[in-house]
């Protein structure tokens, strides 16, 4: 019991320390957060960081290091995004599932996508366990985003990209908003894309150093 009760204190700290310091105001994202145990969703020997304020590193896929997002970056992301208790979301790169059990408690659905089958086994295993029945784990490429469910009316990606893949834009229901960080450390903006009338449009939210999310690097071409 007395560990519960240590990560439940640690839990408010990093909503008030990390999260409402960062003009975080919104209040089911922020009961959200205070509810949802982040330390089950790291390796156990990593529970006692589960609640610093950085990028936790939970695992080396074939694509690349993985991390979970820091809360203040994240739950900015998520603010930026508007979600309405009908929603239906897109979160790309779940990991172990952290930003999906968050986004389950705004949301009306999410789909949960992964890429490595190791951390989509750790996702479905926690949100199970914690009772997340809107959130549905998928397996597959990131970037080619999840046609079946689509369109969605928010997407979320969980880490920085070089570029914004056509393939996610029509993925979003009319009026509905992406939010993704560009860039790559101090450089990284985060950024919304809103669906008006078919044509999506992005703009300038905040600066936001993150890890990169593997599978959205720009792709070289060669210029003549």
């Not at 990028?55 to 603010?79: H, K, N, V, W, Y």
């Not at 996702?123 to 998928?138: D, F, I, K, P």
Request: charged share 25%.
């Amino acid at each position: 019991m007395h560990m519960s009760a240590d990560f439940t204190e640690r839990r408010v700290k990093m909503v008030d320390g990390q999260i409402r310091t960062t003009d975080v105001t919104n209040v089911p994202l922020l009961e959200a957060f205070l509810s949802v145990p982040r330390e089950l969703f790291v390796e156990e020997a990593m529970r006692e960081l589960a609640y610093i304020d950085e990028d936790i590193r939970i695992a080396d896929t074939e694509s690349g290091p993985r991390f979970l997002m820091e809360p203040s970056p994240l739950a900015r992301l998520l603010q930026a995004a508007e979600i309405r208790e009908g929603d239906s979301v897109l979160d790309i790169g779940c990991g172990t599932g952290y930003s999906s059990a968050i986004l389950s408690q705004v949301a009306a659905s999410v789909t949960a996508l992964e890429s490595d089958p190791v951390l989509a086994g750790k996702a479905r295993e926690t949100l199970g366990a914690l009772g997340c029945g809107n959130v549905s784990v998928v397996e597959g490429p990131l970037r080619d985003g999840w046609k079946t469910a689509a369109p969605y009316d928010v997407i979320v990606l969980q880490g920085s990209i070089d570029e914004l893949p056509e393939q996610l834009q029509v993925q979003l229901a009319e009026g509905g908003r992406l939010v993704a960080v560009e860039g790559r450390g101090n450089a990284g903006v985060a950024r919304i894309f809103l669906n008006t009338n078919g044509v999506v449009t992005g703009r300038r939210a905040f600066n936001a150093a993150i890890r990169p999310l593997p599978g959205f690097e720009r792709s070289r071409v060669f210029e003549f």
